[in-house]
């Protein structure tokens, strides 16, 4: 599916983590990838990941920086020249801002979980802009349907996602004429490390099992495979949507009262 196709995939942490699990599902489908790490702390755990993988430039990149978003992206053209897609699986609030009630959010809470979960996404598809717009490309996000319906322990989180999402429809409407697809994808729960620091979700993560009309939990394969198609020549007519991967656990309103018979 992307055999000689190019790629920047943002956010891999470790080996749970959803960014790891579209780096693996695109590295198999024949692309070419480019991995960041957004710390010292995590440089070792990101490059003994990308040793599994062929050859990938591995840098570091915190979005928090323009500068370090212009080195990165500086590199990635060495290295790569033009790029055929972008995955930002990027999100952080602090703790403290997280816990308790969403009225209670700190102001710099409040910026923090914007700038990195946010803001970045615009950051980064400007820095791509100039090596795609050749040729055209996709750029996917990820999302959580907190940015839809207030979810307990979700917070601030919640409130930046419904601005990652919003951005979305405006990159997807500035960066259509060059061919560029912007879209996010909206995934159930998944037990990453990420997500662990969600009080409560050891809970979240049951109720959505038993709640979801596939009665099971989200996997990262299942997302992964939606982000591969989002990348790829499949999605081609696709942009400005949020693409739920949910097991459909957005579209239900009230449970139903009984299961359906096996027989």
């Known amino acids: 599916m992307l055999s000689g196709k190019k790629g920047v995939i943002l956010g891999v942490a470790n080996k749970r983590s959803i960014a790891w699990g579209i780096a693996q599902a695109a590295a ?7 991995l960041n790490y957004q710390s010292e702390r995590l440089a070792a755990s990101v490059r003994e990941l990308a040793d599994t993988l062929d050859r990938p430039l591995v840098a570091p990149c915190d979005v928090t920086s323009d500068a370090d978003i212009a080195a990165f992206f500086a590199q990635v053209q060495a290295r790569l020249g033009a790029l055929d897609f972008l995955v930002h699986a990027v999100a952080y609030a602090p703790k403290d801002d997280l816990d ?38 996709s750029i996917v996000t990820l999302t959580y349907l907190g940015s839809e319906r207030a979810v307990a ?45 969600i009080h409560g979700f050891t809970k979240m993560l049951k109720h959505h099992a038993a709640m979801a009309p596939l009665r099971r939990p989200t996997e990262v394969a299942e997302v992964a495979d939606t982000a591969l198609f989002l990348i790829s020549s499949m999605g081609r007519g696709v942009t400005g949507e949020v693409i739920h991967v949910d097991g459909g656990y957005h579209c239900i309103g009230l449970v139903p009262r009984d299961e359906p018979s096996q027989g």
Do not use: C, W
């Open 28 to 34: 198999q489908a024949g692309a070419t990838l480019a």
């Open 100 to 137: 308790g009630q969403f009225v209670d959010t700190s102001r710099e809470g409040f910026r923090i979980a914007h700038d990195i979960s946010a803001y970045s996404l615009t950051a980064v598809a400007r820095a791509a802009l100039p090596l795609m717009k050749d040729g055209g490309g």
């Open 153 to 197: 322990g979700y917070n601030v989180m919640g409130v930046a996602k419904a601005a990652l999402e919003a951005s979305v429809r405006y990159l997807a409407a500035d960066l259509g004429p060059y061919g560029i697809r912007v879209n996010a994808i909206s995934a159930g729960p998944i037990n990453t490390l990420a997500a662990r620091g």
